[in-house]
C-alpha cells in the first residue's frame, strides 16, 4: 500500500511545487514507482517543472468527472521509470473537485504506487481542504521570512485540525552569509516557533531556477548543493537517518574544531 | 417597571443569583419549580460560589432554608446565602454610573475571582482563536496570528508571540503572565499595549503583565 503525502506551505512562491518535482524525481532515483498530482486547479505549474507540458492530454477533473480512465490521463516521465504525473486542469476551477473525490482518488492510486506526492495550491480554501484530504503526512515548506513562516504555522494548526500529525519541516532559500550576519531568520529561530520536525534544509541556489526553467529536477544534479540537500530529504522520507548538511563551507579550521567541541562561536 | 413573569424566571447579576417568583405563586408551587429548573441547569453552575437573592414572594425562614437546600444539591454550586431581595436598595443602585468601558454595555465583574480556568493543551498557532469566560492557561506557545480573548486571567507556560486579552469584559485586575513575553499586542481590560519595536532581547525571564495606575506595566517575576 502507498503513502499518501502533501506538499504544503500556506503562502505561496516558496517552493512546494519545485519540491514536488525534486522530491518525486528523487524516489523515483531510488527505483520506487511514485506519482506526482498537481492539485492547484487553475494554476498548474508542476507539468512545466517537470518538463512535461507537452505530454498532456487528460487531467485530474477529467479523471473525477470519469470522462477518462485513470491510467489514461497518469503521464509517465520522461527520465525515470516509475515515475508519473497527474496534472492539473488549466481551465477549470478548485471547486471542480471535492474533497471526498480526492480521498477516492488516492485510495486508487495506493494500490498501484509506492508514494503519492500531492502538491497543493497557495493559501487555505478549496484547494488546500482538497489537497489534504486524502494525505497521510504532510510537509510544509517555508522560507526564513516572517511572512512564510507566519502562514506555515497557520497551515500546521490546519493540518492538526485534520488529523494530520506531525508534519515535517523543510526549510528553503536559506543563505548560510544572511544568517551568519543575523540578517535572516535561522533555522533555529524556525523551529522555536513552528516546532515541528524538520527534515530538511535547502540552500538558496541558482542551479534551481535554471533546472526549473528548464523543466529538468535539480535533484538529478550531482554537483548542486540544492540537488545534494534534496536527495538528502528524499531519503529521509523513505525512512533513512541522513545528518543534516552544513553549509557554511567558509568555516575555518578552529571553528569547525570548536563546533566539534560544542563550543559556540564568539 | 419590569414585566411581572408568567413562570420562574432565573437571572444573573453582578451579586449573584436573582430567582424572580411570580407573584401569585404559592411555596409549594414555587419549590417545584426552582427544583425543576435547577436541575436543568445543573451544568452551568456546578462549581460556582453564588449569592442567591428572591423576588416576588415571601418566605418563611424554614421554607427559605428549604430552597437553599434544593439549591445546594441539585446545582453542585455553593449556595453562600439565600434572602429575599430588597427592590427599593436594589433600583438606585442600578443607575450608579460605570466605569468607563472599551465597550458600552459590557459587563462587569470586579476583584481577583475569575471564575472558571479552561486549559489549552497545545500550541496556539496562527488563525486560532481562544475565547473563554473566566481564565486560561496555555501549556504552549501562542504563536503570532493566534489570539487569546479572556475574561479572566491568561497565562502562558510557553512563549507568548500572539495576541492576549486578559479581562476582557473589563476587569481591571486582571493579569497576563508568560514564561517568554513577547507578543504582538497584549489588552488588559479596555487597555491597549504593544511591544517596543526595537529592543528585541533573547532574554527570557517570565514576565508578568497587569495595570498599574491606568496603563498596562510589565515587570519580571
Known amino acids: 500500500m502507498g503513502e499518501v503525502i502533501v506538499i ?228 529521509r522520507i523513505m525512512g533513512e537517518e541522513v545528518p543534516l548538511m552544513n553549509f557554511n563551507t567558509s568555516d575555518g579550521f578552529l571553528a569547525k574544531m570548536k563546533k566539534l567541541f560544542g563550543i559556540k562561536p564568539a | 417597571m419590569e414585566q411581572e413573569p408568567k413562570s420562574i424566571v432565573f437571572k444573573g447579576n453582578n451579586e449573584g443569583l436573582v430567582i424572580v417568583v411570580p407573584e401569585d405563586y404559592d411555596f409549594e408551587k414555587a419549590k417545584a419549580e426552582i427544583e425543576e429548573k435547577v436541575q436543568n441547569a445543573a451544568r452551568f453552575f456546578r462549581g460556582a460560589k453564588i449569592k442567591v437573592v428572591y423576588r416576588g414572594i415571601t418566605l418563611s425562614p424554614e421554607e427559605e432554608e428549604i430552597i437553599k437546600k434544593i439549591l445546594d444539591e441539585k446545582s453542585g454550586a455553593v449556595i453562600e446565602s439565600l434572602s429575599k431581595d430588597d427592590e427599593t436598595k436594589h433600583r438606585p443602585a442600578a443607575k450608579t454610573p460605570r466605569k468607563p468601558s472599551a465597550e458600552p454595555g459590557t459587563m462587569f465583574f470586579w476583584g481577583k475571582d475569575t471564575g472558571m480556568c479552561r486549559f489549552v493543551k497545545n500550541t496556539v498557532r496562527s488563525g486560532m482563536r481562544i475565547e473563554f469566560d473566566g481564565s486560561v492557561i496555555v501549556l504552549g506557545d501562542v504563536n503570532p496570528g493566534g489570539e487569546i480573548i479572556a475574561t479572566g486571567n491568561v497565562v502562558v507556560l510557553g512563549a507568548l508571540r500572539g495576541m492576549v486579552h486578559a479581562g476582557s469584559e473589563g476587569n481591571r485586575d486582571c493579569f497576563i503572565y508568560a514564561l517568554k513575553l513577547r507578543p504582538i499586542q497584549i489588552r488588559i481590560a479596555d487597555l491597549i499595549a504593544r511591544m517596543p519595536e526595537t529592543g528585541e532581547d533573547d532574554k527570557s525571564n517570565p514576565e508578568i503583565a497587569r495595570i498599574k495606575d491606568g496603563i498596562i506595566e510589565v515587570e519580571q517575576l
Not at chain 1, 517552493?15 to 494554476?43: C, E, R
Not at chain 1, 484530504?133 to 504555522?153: I, N
Request: aromatic residues 4%.
Open chain 1, 8 to 235: 504544503t506551505s500556506g503562502k505561496g512562491g516558496v517552493g512546494k511545487t519545485t519540491t514536488t518535482a525534486n522530491l518525486g524525481t528523487g524516489i523515483a532515483m531510488q527505483g520506487k514507482k511514485v506519482v506526482l498530482i498537481d492539485t492547484d486547479i487553475g494554476l498548474r505549474n508542476l507539468d512545466v517543472v517537470m518538463g512535461l507540458e507537452n505530454r498532456i492530454v487528460y487531467d485530474l477533473v477529467d479523471v473525477i468527472e470519469g470522462q477518462c480512465r485513470l491510467k489514461q490521463a497518469l503521464i509517465k516521465d520522461k527520465r525515470y521509470d516509475g515515475l508519473y504525473l497527474l496534472p492539473a486542469p488549466q481551465t477549470r476551477d478548485k471547486n471542480s473537485v471535492a474533497p471526498h473525490q480526492m480521498v477516492t482518488l488516492c485510495n486508487e492510486l495506493r494500490q498501484e504506487f509506492d508514494y503519492i506526492l500531492i502538491d497543493c495550491p497557495a493559501g487555505i480554501e478549496q484547494g488546500f481542504k482538497n489537497a489534504i484530504a486524502g494525505a497521510d503526512r504532510a510537509v510544509v515548506v517555508t522560507t526564513p521570512e516572517v511572512s512564510a513562516v507566519r502562514d506555515a504555522d497557520r497551515i500546521i494548526g490546519l493540518l492538526e485540525a485534520n488529523e494530520i500529525r506531525n508534519p515535517h519541516l523543510i526549510v528553503n532559500r536559506v543563505r548560510p552569509d544572511m544568517v551568519k550576519r543575523g540578517d535572516m531568520m535561522s533555522i533555529e529561530d524556525i523551529i522555536d516557533i513552528l516546532a515541528i520536525g524538520l527534515i530538511g534544509v535547502i540552500p538558496d541556489d541558482e542551479n534551481i531556477i535554471i533546472s526549473t526553467n528548464r523543466g529538468e529536477p535539480v535533484v538529478s544534479d550531482s554537483k548542486s548543493l540544492a540537488g545534494q540537500a534534496y536527495r538528502n530529504i528524499t531519503r
